[in-house]
DNA sequence: ATAAATAAGTTAACCGTTAAACCTAATAAG
DNA sequence: CTTATTAGGTTTAACGGTTAACTTATTTAT
């Protein structure tokens, strides 16, 4: 059984009290002398403090709850590499702070906010939840210190770290017309529902509006943002009655679906039809052709949210920030020029 | 302030025992009354009980700890998504299981294992650990349920998912030379120091043995699993004095990079060399050509180490396996016959 | 020489639950 | 009719730390 504050206390012939001053550094309460002798036998005895007791007794916990999206709840595969990409950039950033994260992926965050809570943990970060259910979350989730990554809600007040969404769309569609392209098919999720693709499309379409191109149903292929669903709609878009000379896909697993699904409809990418994903994954680089992509500059992202997080912490007060990291566009081979 | 049992309690008009024999099932102990009573209140009052203080009085907390290999300490994406894709499934495995995850990555495992024990995690999954640092490791978590993946530890009596490494390189072997392949270059972490590599290594020479091939220093390129190393390894072996039709690659990831590192130097995947990677990633179906490759069955691996974890943590007991998950070759575009 | 301040502790309450031991009235058994 | 048993609780001591308040001996200031 592992050593007790108890038991290093009666073994240096002091008080727990003591102890727990030199395992803190509360060194101006002890002298030089005992400092030295319960140092020595914590080491000699491996001790370390239960952080569940220390975690009751301080309220606080050194731990950072992370909530991510389950896209799709039942398939092996159902996290997206963006989310565990993040994930990763998180880890580290609080790794230097030396806090630890706790991890649930699950289909509606407001059931797993309270549980973060009953662990007393010191902040959240609350990955691509949807407007509508910040209200309840913000209800729920009291005093806690909290980031969101990727919630389009800039009217209300939290703390959320995003893209401009708007640009991106547009960006991308300034792009492909900078290469010539004006019939160009829309794949992602729906996009009348109230989040970051609406956003998007109505930058892709504006951009194309300004160019007097019409975009109608016809442009819009309506897909969940992974691999096999973009196949096919990669299928869907080759035999469409449109012929497309680009895609724009809202996200880069999705666009890799489409780029295979274009292939395996006998259409090579790019000399017969140009691809631009969105999010800019390390896989854009693996992938043949390598993608081009608007990007999001993840790792900027993680850092911001993880800036943010712990100003919060560490000032012990709530901020509320909606901060936009900038988009770019990533030139890699699958766009190629078009002349009319 | 969230309520806690006390006040629950005194709403009730009834003992904390009482509400807290209602709201963890022991409904022996109380009356039907009673319970509908307290229930309504708990409900009306949205109580969770402390994680922490429950997890202190049980000496037990639902929680699960993993800790992760940190491949390159200093970059950005360090983290593998072989490794983020087995947590993934870790996280929905425990989910299922009313447990939640607590993840660490990290250089040396020696050091957070006795945090988490001080977390009181119920279980440990500890990834890509090696052989040499496991005996340091069961001294410090001593009766913690522990479950490792990737740990060539055969002779050590702790419970290990792995896969047959020995036949994971004697299977790619035998693939490529069935393929008419003669000249094979091995790309990868050092062969020499013990671990899954050095039986990779070792099947693979061993199959080329028997048809008489001899392995020398030439054929192997030692290299880091990530990208960027892949692309170094790649152009190294394009440029080598031996002609290699074909190389293997001890991870996809490498096997994109070295893919690369090939097209670079001005060499077409697969018509002028043959690549076949490790692992079985889902990426391998994004890249163009395709990736044959040695298939680990992350899914089955991850659902077999959270079985063997679940079983000690219920039983009580720990249990040694050493389970080999079996691998395959999974056959894509990466690899194309050769004639002599 | 005396009061005030400081150094180096100790004591004990508290953090929020759990669970073993104890209690009491009502029912069942003999 | 007396004794066991049971149903339905309550009390209280853990769980393993932290920390505010208190103590005591020694310096420092006046």
């Known amino acids: 059984m592992a050593m007790k504050i108890k038991d290093i206390a009666k073994v240096a012939g002091v008080s727990t009290a003591t102890v727990s001053n030199v395992i803190n550094g509360n060194h101006n309460k002890v002298s030089e002398e005992t400092i030295k002798r319960v140092m020595q036998i914590v080491e000699e005895n491996d001790y370390n403090p239960s952080a569940t007791a220390r975690s009751l007794a301080r309220k606080e916990s050194k731990i950072i709850g992370v909530v991510m999206p389950n896209l799709a709840p039942d398939e092996p595969f159902s996290i997206s590499p963006y989310y565990t990409q993040i994930l990763a950039m998180l880890e580290k950033y609080v790794r230097t702070k030396g806090y630890y994260l706790m991890v649930r992926s699950v289909g509606k965050c407001a059931e797993i906010v309270p549980v973060f809570s009953t662990w007393n943990v010191d902040g959240m970060i609350i990955l691509g939840a949807f407007r509508d259910e910040v209200p309840e979350l913000e209800d729920k989730l009291k005093k806690v210190p909290t980031v969101y990554i990727d919630t389009y809600a800039s009217d209300l007040n939290i703390a959320n770290i995003g893209i401009d969404d708007y640009k991106g769309g547009y960006l991308a569609a300034r792009y492909l017309m900078g290469k010539g392209h004006r019939e160009i098919a829309f794949v992602g999720p729906n996009v009348d529902s109230p989040g970051v693709i609406k ?37 869907k878009v080759a035999f469409s009655k449109k012929k497309f000379t680009a895609v724009v896909s809202m996200s880069d697993i999705l666009a890799f679906g489409v780029m295979e699904g274009l292939k395996l409809s006998g ?10 994903g969105f999010d800019n994954l390390p896989e854009c680089r693996y992938s043949n052709p390598q993608l081009t992509t608007v ?12 800036d943010a997080l712990f100003r919060m912490i560490e000032s012990k007060e709530m901020i509320s920030v909606n901060e936009i990291v900038d988009v770019e566009i990533v ?7 078009v002349y009319n």
């Open 199 to 235: 956003q998007r499309f109505k930058g892709f379409s504006d951009a194309l509006a300004e160019k007097n191109i019409q975009i109608t149903a016809d442009n819009i292929f309506e897909s969940l943002t992974m691999f096999e669903q973009g196949v096919e709609a990669g299928r």
């Open 267 to 276: 259409l090579k990418v790019p000399d017969d039809i140009s691809v631009i």
């Open 295 to 306: 990007s999001q500059n993840l790792e900027k992202k993680a850092h911001d949210a993880g």
């Open 331 to 337: 030139e890699r081979q699958s766009v190629r020029e």
